[in-house]
């Protein structure tokens, strides 16, 4: 496909200036807790939904023993509201001592010992957002210390309460000063969401030598609207963003809320399949203890959760917009495979949808077609027309590979077998759908 050119190679020329702390070489999985339960402390009357010690430990209850873990789900990130009003008497930041008892360390020792990961937030500023304890410049070494004591994994970095100056010099400082603790800590900046999301104002070369990930635009919320107007910026502003994603460095569109109560089945599919094809993190943030069959089935879908992890980590473009109202999205995937999301902005009926894979700049030759949430596989010439059905604020996503390429890959696989290689050996060099 021609249009794997342009975005390849602005890719390739990025990577020479990634953070180089050697984490988050794909996308980030796992649970945030701000959209869904954003900054309930009245822990005496509504204790199932407060923030404090046992809500995390749930959660982490729920990745470890109920699949999430084993499909990549590990971080559970703790957000704004956690902090006790005032810092300890070696000014330190410390966790409100009635919401988390044991502390942020015994957190940590949680997650870790059920194979999973910490997050914690902060907010380059005099407070965060909620009003608890910011980082402000002469705070940063201090803080992003203790963070280390405390063993956690990563930190969210928000900007409330600073002006564009202090943020110019706050966060490559905390960048430095979580590098310098010696523990492997992964950044989020919130940078770029405060500037705008785009340059001039917003300078990704030095974003993507300090950061592992960042928030590029406004928070999201529970609705379908939420949604909409974020893939909407993303996919407007996509020649931008796309040459400064990849391995280690990745835009953040925000939380996935599959699970809440803002979407419909057709709607938590399309967010699903959207924040695949950016090549997204994917943070849930839902109730994994009360959370529908349907919704988990979507957030636990292997082939949509392989496509989102493909290792070249190249994010995804909108290729065709119909006056129908049907558009096009796709991305490119190792192993010369490939996503197709077809997404209908109708509010009326399915539509039914034609087209071929030539009209979609695929070249000459027959393609194996797997539907990602129907779990159909078809055979398909370039030339040849089809029909996808497209529901109502709804999407059709395919993982696109040629057959050719599927025979040389079960050859590979019969030799390796020969070979005694195990499955997790293979898991790096073939796409995930054959595995």
């Known amino acids: 496909m021609h249009l794997t050119v342009p975005v390849f190679a602005s890719t390739l020329l990025m990577a020479t200036v990634a953070l180089d ?3 988050m070489r794909r996308p980030p999985m796992g649970w945030l807790a701000w959209e869904r339960f954003r900054c309930d402390i009245d822990c005496e009357h509504d204790p199932k939904n407060c923030i404090r010690q046992k809500l995390f430990t749930d959660m982490a209850d729920r990745l470890s023993e109920d699949g999430w873990r084993e499909l990549g789900y590990v971080y559970v990130n703790i ?29 940590s020792r949680y997650m870790h010992d059920r194979g999973l990961k910490l997050g914690i937030y902060g907010d380059m500023g005099t407070h965060t957002c909620g009003g608890y304890p910011g980082t402000p410049l002469n705070k940063i070494e201090i803080d ?11 930190l969210k970095f928000d900007g409330c309460y600073s002006n564009a100056t202090e943020q110019e010099q706050g966060y490559p ?25 785009l340059p001039p104002k917003v300078d990704y070369s030095l974003l993507a030598k300090i950061c592992n990930l960042w928030r590029n635009y406004g928070d999201i919320q529970d609705s379908w609207e939420s949604v909409l107007n974020i893939v909407d910026w993303f996919f407007e502003n996509q020649e931008v963003l796309i040459a400064v994603a990849g391995p280690g460095r990745w835009n953040d569109p925000d939380m996935l809320i599959i699970g809440d109560f803002g979407l419909s089945m057709d709607q938590s599919r399309a967010q ?3 924040w695949a094809i950016m090549a997204a993190p994917l943070f849930m943030s839902n109730d994994l203890r009360s959370i529908s069959g349907g919704a988990r089935n979507i957030l636990q879908n292997k082939m949509a959760i392989g496509i989102n992890q493909d290792p070249l980590g190249l994010q995804g473009r909108r290729i065709l917009k119909e006056k129908s109202g049907i558009e096009v999205f796709w991305r490119q995937l190792s192993n010369d495979a490939s996503a197709l999301v077809f997404f209908s902005r109708r509010t009326d009926m399915p539509y039914r949808y034609q087209t071929a894979l030539g009209k979609l700049n695929y070249t000459t030759g ?11 596989t078809m055979t398909l010439k370039e030339s040849t027309s089809f029909v996808v059905s497209v529901n109502p604020t ?3 996503m395919w993982y696109v590979s040629a057959p050719a390429k599927a025979n040389r890959l079960h050859q590979f696989l019969g030799n390796a077998r020969l070979r005694g290689l195990a499955r997790d050996d293979l898991s790096n060099v073939i796409p995930p759908v054959f595995l």
Not at 174 to 194: F, Q, V
Not at 366 to 376: I, L, N
Request: charged share 20%; glycine share 10%.
């Open 21 to 23: 702390n050697g984490l």
């Open 272 to 274: 699903m399949a959207f």
């Open 79 to 107: 957000d704004d509201c956690w902090a006790s009003m005032q810092r300890d008497e070696h000014g330190r930041l410390q966790a409100d001592p009635k919401r988390f008892p044991g502390g942020i360390s015994r957190l």
């Open 173 to 197: 400082q905390m960048s430095k000063a979580l590098n310098a603790t010696g523990r492997p800590i992964a950044y989020s900046c919130s940078w770029p969401a405060y500037q705008g999301g």
């Open 366 to 376: 027959s393609y194996k077609v797997h539907d990602v949430f129907s779990e159909t």
């Open 144 to 154: 992003a210390q203790t963070f280390a004591d405390w063993e956690v994994d990563m």
């Open 394 to 396: 709804g999407v059709v």
